[in-house]
């Protein structure tokens, strides 16, 4: 059946970030009356009527309810603010006669139109959940949709009474500007209060109606407190956030677009910004889209001790950031994805509130400055940007720094790097804190980094050197040495730091680091061969080898492993104190037969660490293999392990 569309219409949602002159004061709803009587005491009664349209051919019993509900809701909002109104229609109708009454609401100096779910989707799909149209003929019409599967709907009736606001203000003669920002000043408020926690009520920015069954139901009140002491604990619901959890609505609204910065109400980012005169951190909590390209950030700062904020203005598709003032910028914190980067940026692995991210970083290196740039490649956040300035003044030289660093944001919440890590061990960065406070040099500094890189607990991506390189090494890097060896710092962020080394050749690559065999540790290789599978096992025949075993080691696959043999049979005590990532470990007796299996045994990073197998007393080889090998060959009790090298 072909379904009728409702007609587009026109948003009267446009947010303006400055506060009207009504800011200024400390008006009350008796004020709002008073006001309202000296504007209209020679004018008529308002005409209105209430329309419930769904897709069904006819209207049910509980959708007659919703209707004497919004219709309720209609009315007790008008009274709330005293404005004289005559019911001129109550209606259910189906979609398919829709087009048939929608010709005569222009009879009505307001019409109200409450959709159901499904045909209330075609406003959601615009980005909304409530409209308050005018058109060119200057035709007004409220639209909502009742996408809350209760009869009583609460996200409904606020959303109602924000449209029903929006036309209060402009029916007693308020100008457009005002009518337009000042509500959506208190619902900023409101969202600010409730903090998503919609089950919180904010009585200062609430009234409440009592609908047909008696419940007290909270609306919005655009000046001052409402008089309700006892609102229900449910959720009062904006136009701007997503339904509860028993909506049928399940999608984000609006949804992110191609080629836009992808920032939905409720998203926020955090940032630790350090310059030579300024100390701050700043966040950006987006909140109500005014349409699918533009939304309202609210900016707060705290700027040597004290907070500040103001609500700004983001054009998604441009990525222009406009304050109250009028003057505009770029919004250099979030791009629009998918990104479109230059060839200088190169995709790396970097480390963000312990998830493993896919950045694409550049650097630009000379003798006066330099610039490191990274950006989460799925979202197009900002990372880090860290500036080194060299200035030379009549011979005095020093280095002006600045660093805008994200330390929080909720758009980051996996890891989706799957292809290497970092490994680097704990006592290099013990000398790192040594080297920061000047207990080691820098050459002896220098070459323990050449030591991870050589070693290959750490890769460095195919780096670009600079056109003039220094051996200098800038004063940031030793900070971050600082904060690294503290914890302050992640292995993969300060991986960014050796690169800024590598890069100015300070440190320099050998060709192993592009050798894709297993890691050179020096040990005896061999191969054993456990149930079906053939494995390289490297084997740790002395006991120096045997107390470091796979300490420090980068991760197996499933074609290898490491073999502990002993002279007899004995009690064989492991523990993954160091271990960088977790194992299967598996005990087995002089024949090779496996005695005990301890599955995915987890790295220890600090004392005290378990100790697996100090019961067994007749184990002579101990095998350890990448986690997951045990369940995915199938290895039991019953397996036998076969030595295919002597040992």
Known sequence: MKKTVLPVVISFLLIISTIPSFAQTNSTVQDFKTLQQQRNQDSSNLSYAVFYITENDKCSDSEYKSLKFYQVVTDEYLSLYGISHDLQGSLCIPLKNYQSYFSGLSTFTLPVVISDNTVGQQLVQQGFYGMYKITGTG????????????????????????????????????????????????????????????????????????????????????????????LPQNAPQSEVVTLPENSIVQTQNPACQTNQICALPGDYLKYQITTPDLNQTIRFDFENPTDNKNITIKTS?????????????????????????????????????????NSAYHQQAVQFNNYTRDVMSAQ??????????????????????????VVNVNGAVSVSQQSYKLIDTNKIAYSNYATGQVFIPSWIKIDAKFWSDGSITDAQFIQEMQYLIDNRMITIPQTIHADNPSSQIPSWIKDDAKYWSSGSVSD???????????SNDVISISSSQNDTSPNLTGLPKGQVKIGNVL??????????????????????????????????????????????????????????????????????ISDPCTIYGQSLMHAQYVLEVASGFVDKFGITQNSHMQLLTPV
Not at 311 to 337: H, I
Not at 364 to 389: E, P
Not at 494 to 501: D, H, N, P, R, S
Not at 549 to 573: D, K, R
């Open 364 to 389: 630009n290196n000379n003798q006066t400055n330099s610039i490191l740039v990274q950006i989460d490649k799925d979202t197009g956040i900002l990372i880090q940007l860290a500036i080194s300035h």
């Open 301 to 341: 700062a705290v700027q040597n001790g004290l907070p500040v904020s103001e609500y700004d203005t983001l054009d998604l598709s441009k990525a222009l950031f406009t304050r109250p003032s009028g003057n505009a910028s770029n919004f250099m914190y979030m791009l629009p994805t998918p990104l479109r980067l």
């Open 139 to 230: 035709m007004q019409a409220i639209y909502v949709c009742s996408c809350d599967t209760k009869i009583e709907s609460w996200a409904g009736a606020w959303i109602l009474s924000h449209e029903l606001s929006h036309f209060s203000l402009r029916y007693i003669g308020e100008p457009d500007t005002i009518a337009v920002s000042w509500v959506h000043y208190i619902q900023a408020l409101e969202n600010d209060c409730q903090r998503g926690n919609f089950a919180k009520v904010c009585p200062q920015y609430s009234a409440s109606v009592t609908s047909p069954s008696g419940n007290q139901i909270p609306v919005m009140v655009v000046y001052g407190q409402g008089p309700s002491t006892n």
């Open 535 to 604: 494995l390289d096992v490297e084997i740790a025949d002395t006991l120096q080898r045997q107390n470091k075993g796979l300490q420090y080691h980068t991760p197996l696959s499933y074609s290898q492993g490491m073999l502990f043999p002993f002279a007899q049979p004995q009690v064989i005590s492991i523990w993954m104190k160091d271990m960088q990532f977790p194992i299967d470990i598996i005990w087995l007796d002089s024949s090779g037969n496996v005695l005990y299996i301890e599955k995915n045994a987890p790295p220890c």
């Open 492 to 502: 993969n962020e300060f991986a960014g730091a050796i690169q800024y080394l590598v």
